[in-house]
């Protein structure tokens, strides 16, 4: 992949819209993207990767992030890239989720993410997601590969040098994804741990178990468990035995009792039967003398039959008469329904008359006061007009004020942020001239450091003369290059905050100035003029008028607006009412005509009750009734008291019938019963009760024990098989685990992550030896550290370095920072390599390599040079991020970053 078109806008740093044509790099060799710190170098790299996979190439820079705080809100967010790979053009456009102002009315909304990518053939992908899958096939690697592979970032391999075994595990966990190694030692962990506790939980349960058992004798808590559960099946089968012995002794007693039980019962009920046939003889005499009293008292009502048979001839006459009484009725309740009724009528005829009135009275005042009101819209329309004027120029008086007022403020902030600038711009200033002379001090003391290693009949390495008549000498108090890089980035620092000062303060002097202009213009359009003192004094006078003014317009548009109420209410009620009038009137006459109807109805009414008063033995129909119910219940009492005597005499009979027959049941069942010894009976009873007890007793314990020994022994045959189970699986996991984790005894400590990372590490090391060997003109090699200097701590992953000038083997960590430098750089490329080899021949064209460079010596940097132009060979284009001076001199092709004053950054490319 290499690409030859890239348009940024709003992205990051850049604030407008940044075009950069790749192409005019060529397509191989070496360029420099050289420019400030912090204008926006990496942001090339982020750019590319955005576009490619929708993230940025740091997981510190998320893709909400990428909106540039310097752009204007109307520029779009996005990144256009045009990239070649296989000899095949693509191009993709991309945009992160951002606010952006909204297209319709004001405020701001959510621009959704979007993405489209365009295959050589024309074909269009679109949607983030589907995008990245695309790039993703197309190119053979995902984000994290490609940003590996693409981008060597120093401080990574640094720190892969300086740190231990321990420390390289978390790194190289990063670099090759062995995270996964990591998580299967950590299970068989666990899982060894876990089948540990399980095993001894088994434990513990079968000794408890073997506690509980209720032994028939003494056994010893050293038994095995094997020996322990045969001792007890052979001690169940035994107390089963003995327990249905004594089941079959207990039935053989019940039996006996049962017998006894039975005699017992038998002379109780003899008992009982001689003492109720005594009770039954008295009895019989006393039913006897009953029977007499309830004959004479029955023989007494039925002589009682005249009176039976007048009473029901009186019933029966009244029942004829109770259709005339419920006439008589109906007419009396009629009669005072309609008395009621003419009462209401007259009643609603005086409501309805007094309506009428009113009403005709309503409809002449409405129709008086709509002549009155006939021109109030008119009036109240113009001014309602006059009103809205008048407050329209209020508004803009008073937004005139709040104008000025702002604007004032607005100079005083000015004022602030100007003196603000000079500020920073004096401390800026102050910062140069220190670090141009720390600067000078700092090269004339490389020179004195340089003239220490001359002598005399050895070339110079500046100027190659074989003399040296003045070299220079050491300035004591010339800077460390710590200190001047420190100075370095505080001037930066400053010059940012001088640029960001700037802007601001620009941005303000624009906003006062467009305020003043706009202030007097709405000014002469209100007829205002001179100073803003004098517009502001004006101002409060016309405000103070136009108050005035206007409270008499809204007392003026009140009474005109009641009076439009008037007039509408009227338009509407004068209709209601006539409509209503008329209502009335028909009203009336239908009242007047049902009141004659009424007269005549009751005049015939009271003529028809007279005749009925008349004939009728009793006033009405309540006291007729009242008589018939009062001969029924006489009736009805005759009538109950002859049944009662009847029923009475009957229910003796049969009483007296039903004593005689038990008398003579009980005699015979006497006469046939035998006497039996009791107190031998009983005796004989407790004495088996006793036996029987004692014998249920010894079995209930047996049952406890037997259920209880019965369960402990199947308890024990699961647990002591979970057990050997366990045991099996524990022995397995553990061996795993201790080798998994490194610490099989006598072994070298070496997990399984770091014995898969030392794979990867030896084929790394193998390929960075190549780019080594060349920057360090043959001098080191580096090599992975066989065994360890003790069985306790992890190894595996240390690494040595080979110095060949002197045969020597030594730790990494002894190399100088230069040397380290070059090391890591050279594990950085060999990472690239393996990673683009183990993704099935994938080639990318274009590599970043970020900073790193200003540690080396002129030596070093030549050969760190070379040999990243070994890497450009065959067409592969390599972009140094750098701000060394020595690169700008030896790298033509650049990519310059600079940060513009009025905030952002923009990219040009130079030396093509």
């Not at 740093?13 to 950069?20: D, T, V």
């Not at 024309?122 to 940003?147: H, L, S, W, Y």
Request: charged share 35%; with cysteine; hydrophobic share 30%.
């Amino acid at each position: 992949m290499r690409p030859v078109y890239i348009r940024m806008s709003a992205f990051g740093p850049y604030a407008g819209i940044q075009e950069l044509n790749m192409e005019e790099l060529g397509a191989g060799g070496l360029y420099l993207i050289t420019g400030d710190t912090g204008a926006g170098k990496t942001t090339i790299f982020d750019a590319i990767t955005f576009a490619l996979y929708g993230e940025a190439s740091g997981d510190s820079r998320e893709a909400g992030m990428l909106r540039s705080k310097y752009a204007d809100p109307s520029v779009p967010t996005e990144v256009e890239l045009t990239f070649i790979y296989g000899g095949k053009t693509y191009s993709v456009c991309r945009n992160p989720e951002y606010e952006r102002p909204a297209k319709r009315g004001t405020g701001m909304t959510m621009q959704k993410a979007e993405a489209e990518l365009v295959y050589p053939d024309g074909r269009v992908v679109t949607k983030p997601k589907d995008v990245t899958a695309a790039v993703t096939e197309i190119m053979g690697v995902n984000r994290e590969q490609f940003c590996q592979i693409a981008m060597i970032a120093q401080g990574k391999f640094r720190d892969l040098i300086e740190k231990g075994t321990t420390e390289r595990q978390k790194i190289f966990r990063e670099i090759f994804r062995t995270a996964p190694y990591q998580q299967v030692q950590d299970i068989l962990k666990r899982k060894y741990r876990a089948l540990e506790r399980e095993c001894e939980t088994l434990r513990e349960s079968v000794k408890q178990y073997i506690q509980g058992i209720l032994w028939n004798k003494d056994a010893s808590e050293e038994t095995p468990v094997e020996e322990v559960m045969e001792l007890l099946t052979e001690q169940n089968k035994a107390d089963q035995e003995m327990q249905a012995g004594l089941f079959e002794e207990v039935q053989q007693k019940e039996q006996v009792l049962q017998k006894i039980r039975s005699e017992l019962e038998q002379d109780r009920e003899r008992k009982k039967r001689q003492k109720l046939y005594l009770e039954l003889q008295d009895r019989r005499k006393a039913q006897r003398e009953q029977i007499a009293e309830l004959q004479q008292r029955y023989w007494e009502e039925q002589g009682k039959e005249p009176e039976r048979r007048r009473l029901a001839d009186e019933i029966s006459r009244l029942e004829s008469l109770m259709p005339q009484y419920l006439h008589l009725e109906e007419l009396k309740k009629n009669e005072r329904a309609d008395q009621d009724e003419q009462e209401k009528l007259s009643g609603k005829q005086r409501q309805y008359e007094a309506k009428q009135e009113e009403l005709k009275g309503k409809i002449q005042e409405g129709r008086e006061a709509g002549e009155s009101l006939a021109d109030a819209p008119e009036k109240y329309q113009k001014l309602l007009y006059e009103s809205e004027k008048h407050q329209q120029y209020m508004e803009r008086l008073q937004n005139l004020a709040q104008d000025i007022q702002q604007y004032e403020k607005q100079r005083q902030s000015l004022a602030l942020k100007q003196q603000e600038y000079r500020t920073v711009r004096d401390r800026v200033q102050k910062k140069e001239s220190e670090y141009r002379v720390k600067n000078q001090a700092f090269l004339d003391e490389q020179a004195g450091i340089l003239a220490q290693t001359l002598a005399e009949d050895q070339p110079c390495p500046v100027c190659g003369s074989m003399h040296h008549p003045a070299p220079a000498e050491q300035n004591p108090g010339a800077p460390s290059k710590e200190e001047l890089e420190r100075l370095q980035q505080e001037l930066e620092q400053c010059r940012a905050e001088e640029a960001e000062a700037s802007r601001t303060a620009g941005e303000l002097l624009g906003n006062v100035r467009s305020r003043e202009e706009s202030i007097r213009k709405e000014a002469e359009e209100l007829e205002l003029a001179g100073s803003l003192e004098d517009m502001t004094y004006q101002l409060a006078n016309q405000e103070k008028q136009g108050e005035e003014a206007g409270t008499r317009l809204q007392q003026e548009l009140k009474l005109a607006s009641e009076k439009v109420k008037q007039k509408d209410m009227w338009n509407r009620l004068l209709p209601e009412q006539e409509k209503a009038l008329e209502k009335v009137t028909e009203e009336l006459q239908q009242i007047r005509e049902r009141q004659v109807a009424l007269e005549s109805k009751q005049k015939a009414a009271v003529e028809e009750i007279q005749r009925l008063t008349e004939v009728l033995p009793y006033p009405g129909q309540r006291e007729a009734q009242e008589k018939q119910t009062e001969l029924v219940q006489k009736q009805n009492v005759i009538k109950r008291q002859l049944e009662q005597a009847e029923k009475a005499v009957q229910t003796a009979e049969v009483e007296i019938a039903g004593t005689e027959g038990r008398l003579a049941e009980l005699k015979q069942q006497l006469e046939e019963a035998v006497e039996a010894d009791t107190e031998a009976l009983q005796q004989k009873q407790m004495e088996i009760e006793a036996e029987k007890a004692v014998c249920e007793e010894r079995g209930k314990e047996l049952h406890h024990r037997i259920q209880n020994n019965q369960s402990v022994l199947k308890n024990l045959q699961n647990r002591s098989k979970e057990l050997v189970e366990k045991e099996k699986q524990y022995a397995m996991v553990r061996s795993l685990a201790v080798t998994a984790m490194g610490n099989i005894p006598g072994k070298e400590k070496i997990m399984l992550e770091t014995y898969v990372q030392m794979t990867y590490f030896d084929r790394i090391i193998a390929r960075a030896n190549t780019r080594l060997m060349v920057m360090t003109g043959g001098q080191y090699e580096m090599k992975r550290r066989r065994g360890s200097s003790n069985l306790r701590s992890q190894s595996g992953l240390e690494l040595d370095v080979i110095d060949h000038y002197n045969g020597s083997e030594r730790s990494i960590r002894t190399l100088s920072g230069g040397e380290s430098f070059q090391a890591s750089l050279s594990l950085a490329l060999g990472l690239a390599d393996e990673i683009q080899a183990s993704a099935g021949g994938i080639r990318l064209d274009t590599m970043f390599v970020d900073e790193g460079f200003g540690s080396l010596d002129s030596e070093s940097l030549e050969q760190a040079v070379q040999a990243l132009a070994g890497l450009a060979e065959s067409k592969r284009l390599v972009g140094i991020i750098s701000h060394v001076d020595e690169l700008k001199n030896r790298i033509d092709r650049q990519i310059v970053v600079k940060k513009e004053r009025s905030g952002g950054s923009t990219a040009e490319i130079r030396g093509v």
